[in-house]
């Protein structure tokens, strides 16, 4: 079975700040993807980011970054300088090569105090 | 990346009612998918739709949930007779890919509140 964790269910930082959100993940499977999307307040769901199991090299865009490490089964999401813009509830996901759905975890919650 | 539209963007109606929540891609795609946010939890996976019929489904999804695509351009979730536990914001998806190597881009989703 699959499974997306995120620990973390609220955060508050303060403008400027650098902050983690941290998801770990279950699955039995050798090749999957690995995604972050950004629900703001006004609902929708915003794509981030999607990594390939087999592709353990970091990423940076912008004042995003993504830590992703195999051996701990981990996909952490830096966000460097924060800003009030970035308040918003992240959700982790997982999907599987086979099949189409996606495992969310249950979303962080960041507030980002100006 | 790609635009879907989702109407109406709040739905209220009466338990055991019929509703319709409609999904709109500005472009043509491959894959659609429905996921449903209850108030404050995770993002669920409802069904995903490819070629005209259901390629999968979750065990949410059971025989009160139907979907279509009615004139090859809207996709539709049809929600037989609506119960409580309905509520809930509900997402549609989409992806151009071939499944399990695109990411999904979801709709603005449609908020059901059932009274």
């Known amino acids: 079975a699959q499974k997306v964790t995120q620990a973390q269910t609220e955060i508050s930082v303060v403008e400027k700040e650098d902050v983690t959100l941290d998801c770990v993940y279950e699955t039995r499977d050798t090749t999957y993807y690995l995604f972050w999307y950004k629900q703001p307040p006004s609902g929708e769901l915003v794509f981030l980011i999607r990594?390939?199991?087999?592709?353990?090299q970091n990423e940076i865009s912008g004042r995003y970054s993504w830590n992703f490490q195999k051996s701990t089964s981990s996909f952490n999401f830096t966000i460097t300088a924060s800003q009030v813009v970035d308040s918003a509830v992240y959700f982790c996901?997982?999907?599987?090569?086979?099949?189409?759905?996606?495992?969310f975890g249950t979303g962080t919650s960041l507030t980002v105090i100006p | 990346e790609p635009e879907v539209t989702q109407t109406p963007s709040h739905q209220v109606t009466q338990m055991g009612q019929e509703v319709i929540l409609r999904c709109v891609p500005i472009s043509n795609h491959l894959y659609f998918y429905w996921y449903r946010q209850i108030l404050g939890q995770k993002v669920e996976f409802l069904v995903s739709f490819y070629n005209n019929e259901i390629s999968e489904k979750s065990e949410i999804f059971d025989d009160q949930f139907s979907v279509e695509r009615p004139d090859g351009s809207n996709f539709t979730l049809k929600i037989r007779s609506t119960k409580l536990e309905d509520s809930a914001m509900y997402f549609c998806a989409i992806s151009t890919g071939l499944a399990g190597v695109e990411e999904q881009f979801f709709g603005p989703g449609t908020r059901l509140t059932v009274l």
């Open positions: 996901a997982l999907r599987r090569i086979t099949g189409n759905q996606f495992y």
């Open positions: 990594r390939n199991s087999f592709d353990e």
